[in-house]
């Protein structure tokens, strides 16, 4: 199961976000000043697992667009909204030394509570800036896809609550196809740069959470193909290069203090008996 | 090639992993010259060889304690090595933190009963004498090699721990911040036993000249695993993330390895000066690692 975000249909109302604080009991964190920006929550941590990105490429007061898109004339308004992609491969299960990330029945990965340490390697590992850590709880928090909800046969709040279905849950072969309907829809408008990320394996097996963008995914804070590298990949190098270094160490140390053996045995030699 | 794109949220790691990075630099790599000083050393090396062994299980003390108060829950530690979900034991291989919890658990085991060993030796606590004869022989040598295995492993796991993750500069620095970080605690070590050394009348002279002559190759070794740490971050584009305000820590970073070589060179510096400056410096390399990445 998972879920297909089009962000070509995002209209930015946060319900999604709403749902998700009011069925998971989040309180939210204080506000902060976020300037002249519709987003208002800034970031997906312990307090926000479902965060509507604003990506506000309008010109500025000078007539000046940062960044231009091909769409629009320039100009784009951007949104998304962003969630835990409940990755194939997932970089947080990977790096867990306590197990408290498991896989479900869903094929979602669940963060169980109860079992978290709030050692924060998780946090570190997620490349999508998903995991936040919960102060008051002293655990690492996510979205849990709403695995209470699943089991009573329910769809998750935040895709109840989507006023325009850009967020569509299901089983996830039936939302390839409505992806790739979609997406071929788009581009026979002339929307050069939609694109889907995730629908395939070149992002860490395929996510279980996938978009469609209307830019390249690094204008959402999402790391491209190339770049959407697991942590384990610095395992057996890491080890190598540490290996290497203690061997040679360890040489540089017997180089130093052999030369003491020696001069202890000439001493005794040379000394009177 | 593309600079690396990073969108990982910053774990918050801090001073208790900065303290937890320091010390157990200090108690593996202590541990690791205590083996080199007994065994390939002569009998006048004995008595650092026992400073080194003592060294080492001190300075692993507050590591556990740090580790532990860094978490977010305290008091489930054990869920590192107990698996609460499942049951039995938690032993992730592919996890370096999973790793080195349990090797900090062995190497506690060998660092303890090494310093029963020097305790004994120094006079301070004849009651454990027959360890002390035991790790002197063939089985100590066995015994302390294993150690020192788990103890260049202490010294080490942290940076991998650290590149095992999507951190700008951490994961950018690929095979070579595990290797730097055991060089660094390499040469701390030998500057924390020059620094116990010079305190002490049982240790003579030509043991102070080869441990300086240690901790000098160790700085080598130390300096060209920074050059390549900065190379590399520098090609995945996150070089600087470690410039700016961490020049402060650079110039401490430099001046604890330029301290061991400027020692014989500056006739008023007191004996401590190096040792003090190179161990400032071990700390400071630490601090740069650790904090840059997550700002």
């Known amino acids: 199961m998972g879920f297909f975000t089009d962000t070509s249909i995002c209209i930015g109302c946060k319900a999604c976000e709403v749902a998700c604080k009011e069925w998971n009991q989040l309180e939210g964190n204080p506000p902060t000043f976020t300037a002249d920006s519709f987003d208002n929550t800034g970031q997906l941590d312990a307090q926000n697992w479902r965060h509507v990105q604003f990506i506000e490429q309008v010109p500025d007061n000078n007539g000046v667009v940062f960044n231009p898109t091909p769409i629009a004339g320039g100009q784009a308004w951007l949104m998304m909204s962003d969630v835990c992609k409940h990755c194939k491969n997932a970089s947080c299960m990977e790096v867990c030394p306590t197990n408290a990330l498991m896989r479900t029945e869903y094929d979602t990965v669940y963060l169980q509570k109860d079992v978290c340490n709030g050692c924060r390697n998780c946090i570190a590992a997620c490349p999508y800036g998903v995991i936040g850590f919960n102060e008051e709880q002293g655990v690492a928090q996510k979205c849990t896809l709403c695995y209470d909800r699943l089991q009573g046969g329910l769809q998750p709040a935040c895709a109840k609550a989507c006023p325009t279905e850009s967020i569509k849950f299901g089983y996830i072969d039936d939302l390839h196809k409505v992806a790739d309907d979609r997406l071929a829809n788009l581009q026979k408008q002339g929307y050069a740069k939609a694109q889907l990320y995730g629908r395939d394996d070149k992002v860490y097996g395929g996510l279980n959470a996938f978009f469609l963008l209307m830019d390249k995914p690094e204008v959402y804070k999402l790391p491209n193909a190339e770049n959407a590298t697991l942590p384990t990949r610095n395992n057996v190098p890491g080890y190598v290069g540490g290996v290497a270094t203690a061997v040679v160490g360890l040489i540089a140390g017997l180089l130093a203090f052999r030369s003491g053996r020696m001069s202890a045995n000439n001493d005794d030699t040379t000394a009177p008996r | ?295």
Request: hydrophobic share 60%.
């Open chain 2, 1 to 295: 090639m593309p600079p690396a794109e990073h969108f990982a949220a910053p774990p918050e790691w801090t001073w208790w992993i900065l303290g937890y990075f320091f010390f157990g630099g200090l108690a593996g790599g202590s541990y690791a010259l205590g083996t080199l000083l007994r065994f390939a050393g002569g009998p006048r090396q004995e008595s650092a060889a026992r400073i080194a062994f003592i060294a080492s299980f001190i300075a692993l003390i507050p590591c556990p304690i740090f580790l532990t108060v860094d978490l977010g829950q305290p008091l489930r530690f054990w869920h590192m090595l107990v698996d609460t979900s499942n049951g039995g034991i938690v032993f992730r291989p592919e996890s370096p933190l999973s790793l080195g919890v349990w090797a900090l658990l062995v190497f506690g085991a060998f660092s303890f009963v090494s310093f029963l060993g020097a305790i004994a030796g120094v006079g301070w606590f004849r009651a454990t004498n027959p360890i002390a004869r035991v790790l002197r022989g063939g089985a100590g040598l066995v015994w302390s090699a294993i150690g020192t295995v788990f103890g260049l492993f202490i010294c080490g796991y942290t940076g991998v721990v650290l590149a095992v993750s999507n951190q700008p500069v951490w994961s950018d620095s690929g095979w070579v911040l595990g290797g730097m970080l055991l060089a660094s605690a390499l040469t701390g070590s030998a500057a924390l036993l020059l620094l116990f050394a010079g305190s002490r009348r049982d240790v003579d002279a030509d043991t102070t000249v080869r441990l300086e002559t240690a901790d000098r190759y160790f700085v080598i070794l130390e300096a060209v695993l920074i050059a390549l740490f900065l190379v590399s971050i520098a090609i995945a584009g996150t070089l600087n993330k470690v410039l700016g305000v961490w020049i402060v820590l650079w110039i401490v970073v430099i001046v604890g390895l330029a301290a061991p070589f400027l020692a014989s060179r500056v006739r008023q510096w007191p004996s401590v000066a190096a040792p003090i400056l190179a161990l400032l410096g071990v700390l400071a390399l630490r601090a740069l690692v650790i904090f840059s990445a997550q700002t």
